[in-house]
């Protein structure tokens, strides 16, 4: 099981529009970071709402220009089980938003293939290009990625990682297609080794409706932080950063940064 007594990095700011700041320019120094140190930055995208403004931001032009694009590799840490140009895919929302706006060359972008009739064979075949494409950790298991995007639910779910779902319990698979009931769907999503085994993971989180959760995750609320999916995101040997609105911090009594 992750090691939920490892630290998190917490960033808060007074305004959404500050939290996506504060996360674009963490992102541009990670990736420029890991492409000067090893020629290219394997990035995992989140799905979801709350990454879209940061998508956008760092599609403008004014941004775009300070990322070395060309040496970014794209990856996804969840699916919905819908074609590519669905309404409800984290890829065409991603593309949208981002890599449509990019010089990322296009053998350089991994789409999930989640609308599979077969979606734990297509699982598998996804780790495989994970196992492909992404150098291995330290110990020479685990591919590991420079940077993992995530958001969290009101329920405190991440990636596709969702409460009471067999993917909470997956200690050798690094992607499987998890049925959800709630949603009475399956998703494809990473699961914690994989997370775990990123030299970074960012979770950005806003709103006053996540403020419940988050101090639940951050051990400020009722319950234990293990309850929830999202405590089990703990880096092994790389750093996990929460970055946060005052909307979403407002239970957790930590102060916001200017």
């Not at 220009?65 to 840490?77: A, K, L, R, T």
């Not at 409706?209 to 400020?220: F, I, P, Q, S």
Request: proline fraction near 8%; glycine fraction near 6%; aromatic fraction near 6%.
């Amino acid at each position: 099981m992750p090691d939920t007594t490892q630290p998190i990095h917490v960033i808060v700011r007074k305004t959404e529009e500050q939290a996506n700041q504060a996360a674009l320019e963490l992102f541009k120094i990670i990736v420029c970071e890991a492409v000067a140190d090893r020629g290219t930055c394997r990035i995992a995208l989140a799905g979801g709402t709350t990454p879209h403004p940061l998508y956008q931001h760092l599609a403008a032009e004014s941004v775009s220009g300070d990322v070395p694009w060309s040496g970014v590799e794209i990856f996804f840490g969840d699916e919905r089980d819908v074609p590519h140009d669905h309404a409800d895919s984290n890829y065409r929302m991603a593309q949208r938003a981002l890599l449509d706006h990019v010089p990322i060359p296009p053998q350089q972008v991994h789409p999930m293939p989640a609308d599979a009739e077969d979606l734990a064979s297509a699982a598998a075949r996804y780790e495989q290009t994970i196992r492909r494409f992404v150098p291995v950790d330290n110990d020479g298991k685990i591919p590991r990625f420079d940077l993992i995007l995530l958001g969290m639910g009101a329920d405190g779910h991440t990636a596709s990682l969702f409460p009471g779902t067999d993917a909470l319990k997956e200690q050798k698979k690094l992607v499987v297609a998890n049925y959800v009931p709630v949603l009475s769907r399956h998703r494809m999503t990473f699961t914690y080794p994989l997370i775990n085994a990123a030299r970074n993971v960012l979770m950005v989180v806003t709103r006053e409706d996540k403020a419940d959760v988050v101090a639940h995750l951050l051990g400020k609320g009722q319950g234990t932080p293990g309850d929830l999916p999202a405590a089990g995101v703990r880096p092994d040997h790389g750093l996990f950063t929460l970055i946060l609105d005052a909307a979403a911090a407002k239970n957790t009594g930590l102060p916001t940064e200017e």
